[in-house]
């Protein structure tokens, strides 16, 4: 089974099948594409952002559309929760790696813990830390981009 970390699934969302990712996970199994419960906190984060503080009010409606369009796309995958173990293995990831990656490091915990594969475009910037990270503690990170070839 693959997770699709915020940024892929914010990526999927805005492009669909126009853009490579869209066409992998078209040619998948929809049962096998998950997200995590870190994913719906950032996607709902990111549109209550808009609701509250509106560049202008007249886009409110707009803006709530979002919000409901978000929430429908969100409840066609099968979620992940962050369970104790998730919380344990992010824990063990050094501090240095966590700063600034939080979210990324929450989303790779619970890929962990339930041993699925994490589909992200952040592989060199964060996942390769975090799997170096998690390699020393004996935990294997899996990750793939699916916006490249």
Excluded at 12 to 29: C, M, P, Y
Excluded at 40 to 48: D, N, P, Q, V
Excluded at 54 to 60: F, R, T
Excluded at 121 to 147: C, G, H, P, Q
């Amino acid at each position: 089974m693959y997770v699709l970390d915020s940024n892929a699934f914010s990526e999927l969302n805005r492009h669909g099948q126009q853009k490579l990712i869209g066409r992998r996970v078209a040619a998948i199994d929809p049962a096998l594409i998950a997200l995590t419960v870190i994913t719906i906190e950032e996607a709902l984060e990111g549109r209550l952002k808009q609701i509250r503080n509106p560049e202008n009010v007249n886009d409110m409606p707009e803006y709530y559309g979002y919000l409901l369009a978000t929430f429908n796309e969100l409840k066609k995958y099968r979620i992940f929760p962050y369970t104790l173990d998730a919380e344990k293995i992010y824990w063990s990831i050094p501090k240095n790696v966590r700063d600034g990656r939080v979210h990324d490091c929450r989303i790779a915990s619970i890929a962990v813990a339930f041993n699925q594969t994490v589909v992200t475009m952040n592989i060199k910037e964060d996942f390769s830390r975090i799997k170096e990270a998690l390699s020393a503690l004996k935990f294997e990170l899996k990750f793939e981009d699916w916006t490249i070839a």
